[in-house]
């Protein structure tokens, strides 16, 4: 059987994107409005972590047990969210990112977890995925799926303190991850490259998906989460975010 020739599609969506992204950037500011998403041709939508009816639709929650280190490793790196909203929010996914890469996994056998670790220096054509301006952003991590899934994992943080509204570093983040993954050879079977971001500001994260739909772009975003007041003596909030970092992708076409 002949294989189906999907790069002109691909640079059909690279395209779109690449206008979407430009009319984001234009903006020049932080916070993007509901008036800014739409004339920009980006459709917003509500997701959860937790609610069954809303839950992420390219990928799934890690089904097996994470515990946190006897030896202390993790939890006393727990932040004190004692400094500015970028000091907060880099110390609040750093710590995140220790759960994600050192937790205990006693059902690893059972349920082996989904994305891998990658330096940043393997993808290719990400760009910087940074700005060092007023209210700057910086992805600090980003981890892609096995067997040529075009799927990937990323961690941002933002200096802006977080509302309802998406910020201008969460959007570019989405679009250059995407435009990147849809040019890189092992992903060349697949149209759409969907992102799992978690996004960090001052002591708050929020998870947010995104995919291309042909053309719009669209991002659903659950609501800000202040681990500073929500997070329990048992970590829960955190191995919530951490398992939905380690779990497998859906069988959602893309």
């Keep these: 059987m002949t294989a189906i020739d999907r790069r002109p599609e691909r640079e059909a969506r690279r395209e779109r994107l690449g206008a979407i992204r430009k009319a984001v950037e234009d903006l020049e500011y932080a916070y993007l409005s509901a008036a800014d998403l739409d004339s920009a041709g980006i459709h917003l939508s509500p997701m959860s972590l937790t609610d069954d009816d809303l839950l992420p639709?390219?990928?799934?929650?890690?089904?097996?047990?994470?515990?946190?280190?006897?030896?202390?490793?993790?939890?006393?790196?727990?932040?004190?969210?004692?400094?500015?909203?970028?000091?907060?929010?880099?110390?609040?996914?750093?710590?995140?990112?220790?759960l994600v890469c050192h937790s205990e996994l006693p059902q690893s056998d059972k349920?082996?977890?989904?994305?891998?670790?990658?330096?940043?220096?393997?993808?290719?054509?990400?760009?910087?995925?940074?700005?060092?301006?007023?209210?700057?952003?910086?992805?600090?991590?980003?981890?892609?799926?096995?067997?040529?899934?075009?799927?990937?994992?990323?961690?941002?943080?933002?200096?802006?303190?977080?509302d309802e509204r998406l910020l201008r570093g969460e959007v570019l983040t989405i679009i250059d991850i995407m435009r990147g993954r849809l040019t890189h050879k092992v992903t060349r079977a697949y149209v759409n490259a969907p992102i799992l971001l978690f996004s960090f500001m001052d002591t708050c994260a929020?998870?947010?998906?995104?995919?291309?739909?042909?053309?719009?772009?669209?991002?659903?975003?659950?609501?800000?989460?202040?681990?500073?007041t929500e997070e329990d003596a048992d970590f829960s909030l955190s191995i919530c975010f951490a398992k939905w970092w380690m779990g497998q992708v859906t069988e959602l076409s893309t």
């Design 57 to 98: 639709n390219f990928f799934h929650l890690y089904k097996g047990q994470v515990q946190m280190t006897s030896d202390g490793y993790i939890s006393d790196s727990w932040p004190l969210f004692d400094c500015g909203a970028w000091e907060n929010a880099r110390d609040l996914e750093d710590f995140l990112d220790k």
């Design 111 to 162: 349920y082996p977890i989904g994305p891998r670790y990658r330096d940043f220096g393997d993808f290719i054509n990400f760009g910087q995925l940074l700005e060092c301006r007023p209210q700057r952003w910086q992805v600090q991590a980003a981890w892609d799926m096995p067997d040529h899934h075009p799927h990937l994992k990323a961690m941002v943080i933002n200096e802006a303190v977080g």
């Design 206 to 228: 929020r998870a947010l998906e995104a995919y291309l739909d042909g053309e719009n772009l669209v991002i659903r975003v659950t609501r800000l989460y202040d681990f500073k």
